[in-house]
């Protein structure tokens, strides 16, 4: 069987490693971009230029060569063209070689620890930036052309003052690495070949749930009040990585707990009011939430053409409360869903929207009180009873 390596090349010939270059010099072809395989062309080996899977497969399956050297950019298993490469060329049981990552040689030029990082792939990818970078003291990216959105975005949700390194052409000649803060970035243009370190020493990566209400911009659209909120976050379940729906999001204090449960993921919010979807971006703007998309309109309509969500709470419906069960488990029988309501008849439409989708939903009664001090002395003040509805398609 014919011996392939998939070599990790770092940022260039001056990172490769001393058993890469060992294969590289016993391999009879090269396959790469052009860029990689340039770098060895006083070797006169014979070189392909290919960078797609399908393409470096059809090379292999028609050379004669018994020892095939594939070369791919920085580590093999850091956002590399490696991963596709493994299953394509699985019949093959290729060997993998890592490189010098990007993310090792950056944070040593800068002197940085990189243990608590937090890695992520900005280019050509919808990534929550600004989620990664509040939850972690660093933040590795990788950008592509793409700098300048960026730094808007993190401007945006106030870590303008955060200190930003920047490497460029890292590991070529012309390398270079600067340190500035995110603001000072604006303006400034970079090539394809970019990365940031961001620093955020205050860091929280904290999962709220029951925020204070007083910690919300207020205006005068419905909210979702702490204890009430903490009881419906638990009962949804959000993972990291899901896909949450808030139907009839108000203010946006539910939201804004879902999405610091889904910081991975992305959060879409509907209101048919004007005023709520402006309240709900100013309050993602103060608890620094990036993965948030708000859309007025009205459900089910405005749910159509959107990502699949995992999640759904449904705290107002305006009637339309079956059509809007119906139309989320049509497209994900899987679906995990909170409804709240403050009367009767709207509890029950709740629950029997649930039952018609085969779904055997759960109803609890939250009464909160809460202290208030006159005088000396401490009165329990009643809030108005919710109920919550609560169940799951399909067992996952």
């Known amino acids: 069987m014919k011996e392939i390596n998939i070599i990790g090349m770092g940022m260039s ?15 009879d072809i090269l396959i790469g971009a052009k860029r990689l395989i340039n770098e060895f062309s006083h070797m006169n080996k014979p070189s392909f230029n290919a960078y797609l899977s399908n393409d470096i497969l059809e090379i292999i399956e028609e050379t004669d060569a018994e020892k095939i050297a594939i ?61 990664s970078v509040r939850r972690n003291r660093f933040t590795f990216a990788l950008t592509g052309k793409n700098i300048p959105e960026l730094q808007k975005e993190l401007v945006k949700y106030g870590f303008g003052d955060l200190k930003v390194w920047v490497g460029e052409n890292l590991g070529s000649d012309e390398e270079s690495i600067q340190e500035s803060t995110i603001s000072e970035l604006a303006g400034k243009q970079f090539n394809s070949l970019t990365v940031l370190i961001i620093e955020n020493p205050d ?53 804004i707990e879902m999405a610091f449960s889904a910081y991975d993921g992305k959060v879409y919010a509907f209101d048919k009011n004007e005023e709520a979807i402006e309240l709900l971006n100013k309050n993602c703007q103060k608890f620094h939430l990036d993965n948030v998309e708000a859309i007025c309109g009205l459900a089910p309509e405005c749910l159509k053409d959107l990502p699949v969500p995992n999640v759904a709470f449904i705290g107002g419906s305006s009637g339309n409360m079956e059509e809007i069960v119906n139309y989320l488990y049509g497209i994900n029988d899987k679906m995990r869903f909170v409804i709240t309501a403050v009367t009767l008849e709207s509890a029950m439409a709740g629950l029997d929207s ?27 003040m009643a809030q108005n009873p919710i109920f919550i509805i609560s169940g799951s398609g399909q067992d996952e």
Request: glycine fraction near 8%; charged fraction near 20%.
């Open 354 to 380: 649930l039952k018609n989708v085969g779904i055997s939903g759960d109803i609890v009664q939250v009464a909160v009180s809460k202290g208030r001090q006159i005088g000396d002395l401490h009165m329990l």
């Open 71 to 131: 070369l791919v950019s920085g580590d093999v298993g850091f956002y590399s063209a490696a991963e596709k490469l493994v299953d394509v060329l699985k019949d093959y049981n290729p060997n993998l070689v890592s490189g010098i990552s990007s993310v090792s040689y950056f944070f040593a030029k800068c002197s940085l620890p990189w243990k608590d990082a937090n890695l992520i792939s900005c280019h050509g990818l919808d990534t929550n930036i600004v989620s």
């Open 13 to 27: 010939e001056k990172t490769l490693t001393a058993e890469a270059l060992e294969l590289i010099i016993e391999a």
């Open 203 to 255: 860091f929280d990566s904290r999962i709220r749930t029951g925020i204070p209400d007083e910690e919300f911009i207020r205006g005068k659209v419905p909210m979702t009040k702490s204890e009430v909120r903490a009881v419906c976050l638990s009962k949804l379940s959000i993972n990291p990585d899901d896909v949450a729906y808030d139907i009839g999001c108000g203010t946006g204090s539910v939201t």
